[in-house]
């Protein structure tokens, strides 16, 4: 999934803070504009596949012009692709049992098929994903 959000980075006298107004538990930091900024696309990604997993709602994000900035902050819209970042980060691999014809099973073999593979880019083609 694609989201976008607001997030207000808030200078400190020891880096910059990071808050998301439509998160509560969502927030980071960084020693530069920079490494905030990093750091917010990071934590957005992982807490709303948190969410994603977890079937928790996600809110929709306030409009911009909603949003009440502070003298000392700056707002800016932080997206987050949850699909990539799960791709980039999610290396665990799951044992699936399938089950063959005999038949079936004898030729995969003989052509030397890999059936896990086939079986993955049989599912990302079947949902619309990119290899």
Known sequence: MKYVY???FT???EG????????EDTFTDGNT??????NA????????????????EIPAPTPAANIPVPANATLAMIK????AYRKAHDKKTV??????????????R?????????????????????P
């Not at 504009?33 to 990093?38: D, K, L, Q, V």
């Not at 987050?80 to 699909?83: N, V």
């Open 6 to 8: 607001p997030a207000i």
């Open 11 to 13: 200078m400190d006298p």
């Open 16 to 23: 910059v803070i990071v808050t998301f107004p439509d998160l």
């Open 33 to 38: 504009m920079e490494e905030a900024f990093e």
């Open 41 to 56: 696309e990071d934590v957005l990604n992982l807490m709303l596949w948190n969410r994603e997993e977890e079937k928790k």
């Open 80 to 83: 987050a692709d949850t699909l």
């Open 95 to 108: 044992r699936r049992s399938i089950t063959l014809p005999n038949w079936l099973d004898t030729i995969a």
């Open 110 to 130: 003989e052509r030397n098929i890999n059936c896990s593979q086939l079986l993955q880019n049989a599912i990302r083609k079947e949902c619309g994903l990119n």
